[in-house]
T-cell receptor, first 113, second 115 residues
Framework: GESVGLHLPTLSVQEGDNSIINCAYSNSASDYFIWYKQESGKGPQFIID?????DKRQGQRVTVLLNKTVKHLSLQIAATQPGDSAVYFCAENAGTSYGKLTFGQGTILTVHP | NAGVTQTPKFQVLKTGQSMTLQCAQD?????MSWYRQDPGMGLRLIHY???????DQGEVPNGYNVSRSTTEDFPLRLLSAAPSQTSVYFC??????????????FGAGTRLSVL
């Protein structure tokens, strides 16, 4: 079936670097995308979202880019800090039901001091 | 701010036992969902509810039952636990309505082991 996946399962960066986490989605009907951060032993925490009528959205130190042509989503974290170390998930919603998010596999981000 | 509260945090069951995972939210959200998370995988939707009295199946519903008698509570029942149900279970809620507000808020999870 349709699914959301990630290109890179792990990413290691130095503190202060910028991080880019990628996500590919296959459901062309998806119209809403969310990035979540999950720290060890905790539930996913909302980071940023974007609708399909946008190609870029910025938050505090984070930017999400959406390329509908190639069905690609990315999360950019500026000036990465050790506290950013976590698993990052992208999720999509095809708009048919607001409770039905499809999650990607996840990328482990490790930030070295 | 309690948000989404799940109990218990940890549980060990024997094969064939039944139990209920509790989930409560105090944000007056219409929508609630249950996910399971297995090692190296993303979250998979088990069941969800778009309002009191309304539930529907997600991607992996077999072996689980849900009900939604109130807006606040959305319990997940395992009727006869199997080792394949060993996982971490997350409950989530979201306001629903306008797609712009479709942010799901997650509980801290219940770690379940079935022996």
């Amino acid at each position: 079936g349709e699914s959301v996946g990630l290109h890179l399962p792990t990413l290691s960066v130095q503190e202060g670097d910028n991080s880019i986490i990628n996500c590919a989605y296959s459901n062309s009907a998806s119209d809403y995308f969310i990035w979540y951060k999950q720290e060890s032993g905790k539930g996913p925490q909302f980071i940023i979202d974007i609708r399909s009528n946008m190609d870029k959205r910025q938050g505090q130190r984070v930017t999400v880019l959406l390329n509908k042509t190639v069905k690609h989503l990315s999360l950019q974290i500026a000036a990465t800090q050790p506290g950013d170390s976590a698993v990052y998930f992208c999720a999509e919603n095809a708009g048919t039901s607001y409770g039905k998010l499809t999650f990607g596999q996840g990328t482990i981000l490790t930030v070295h001091p | 701010n309690a948000g989404v509260t799940q109990t218990p945090k940890f549980q060990v069951l024997k094969t064939g036992q039944s139990m209920t995972l509790q989930c409560a939210q105090d944000m007056n959200h219409e929508y609630m969902s249950w996910y399971r998370q297995d090692p190296g995988m993303g979250l998979r939707l088990i069941h969800y509810s778009v309002g009191a009295g309304i539930t529907d199946q997600g991607e992996v519903p077999n072996g689980y039952n849900v009900s939604r008698s109130t807006t606040e509570d959305f319990p997940l029942r395992l009727l006869s636990a199997a080792p394949s149900q060993t996982s971490v279970y997350f409950c989530a809620s979201n306001p629903g309505g306008n797609l712009a507000k479709n942010i799901q808020y997650f509980g801290a999870g219940t770690r379940l082991s079935v022996l």
